[in-house]
């Protein structure tokens, strides 16, 4: 099995070897992947972080061998700023927020041959708690598969922000709800995250809360609603719209 990293800002990973599938996910730069096998155009991968498998362009990714991947993983950080601006062997490039980079405050650096640099340095006050990260992608589309501040699934969501304070979560909210341990209502936290469940019982949403009585999540858009012991109110509408299933702490 042989590895590699996403070159580009963000890659769609799709379910089927072609651009009319659907994104399931996205690799953001910097991001490790198994390379399964090579189709035309295609290349199947697993990710190295979360072992999501899908499809990707192969022209959104350059190989590396095991020790250039694993210098690159050694200190691994997540880019705080929204956009950042970086100079690569193939010219000026844009990366999103959640992107992998160094964790050093070095201006250059390489993954495996190739040597990247920043060439912006904006300053931005750093968010200090969960939900304070959280509200950073306020307004952010929902867009199935996405993991950006330029478009973002439920899922993609707890599992960005969780990276930033060394929390790995798997992909879909399924699986995401495997993982911590679970808590009453009545003892919720900042920061613990609640699961939500269609009529059959299955978990089809998530969540961030504030330890009081709201939730941060990707519906329609990243918005801050009403959490209650049954499930989400709509702050507009005073609905219900998503059923509350169990709440985890991670």
């Known amino acids: 099995m042989k590895l590699g990293y996403c070159k580009v800002s963000i890659s769609p990973v799709r379910s089927e070897n072609k651009d009319q599938s659907e994104i399931v996910s996205q690799l953001l730069f910097g991001e490790i992947i198994h390379i399964i096998t090579i189709e035309g155009n295609w290349c199947k991968i697993i990710t190295y972080v979360d072992n999501y498998s899908g499809w990707i362009d192969v022209k959104h990714f350059k190989p590396l061998t095991e020790k250039e991947s694993n210098r ?3 200190g691994l950080g997540y880019e705080n700023l929204i956009v950042r601006i970086i100079s690569t062997p193939w010219g000026i490039q844009r990366i999103v927020k959640g992107s992998f980079v160094p964790f050093h405050e070095n201006t250059t650096f390489n993954i495996g041959v190739d040597q990247f640099e920043f060439i912006d340095f904006p300053t931005e006050e750093k968010a200090n708690s969960i939900f304070e ?3 950073e992608y306020l307004n952010s589309p929902y867009l199935w598969g996405g ?3 330029f478009g973002i699934d439920c899922s993609g969501f707890t599992q960005v922000v969780f990276r930033f304070f060394g929390i790995n979560l798997p992909r879909d909210a399924s699986q995401q709800v ?3 341990i679970e808590v009453d209502f009545c003892d919720i936290e ?3 995250v609640a699961f939500f469940q269609n009529k059959e019982g299955r978990i089809i949403h998530v969540g961030i809360l504030d330890g009081l009585n709201s939730i941060i999540h990707a519906s329609g ?3 801050i609603d009403q959490i209650t012991g049954e499930g989400i109110l709509n702050s507009e509408t005073n609905e219900m719209t998503h059923y ?7």
């Open 72 to 74: 690159w993983l050694d």
């Open 133 to 135: 990260v959280a509200k």
């Open 178 to 180: 495997e993982c911590g």
């Open 147 to 149: 993991k950006t501040p």
């Open 244 to 250: 509350l299933n169990c709440i985890k702490r991670f």
């Open 221 to 223: 858009c990243v918005r």
């Open 190 to 192: 900042l920061g613990d």
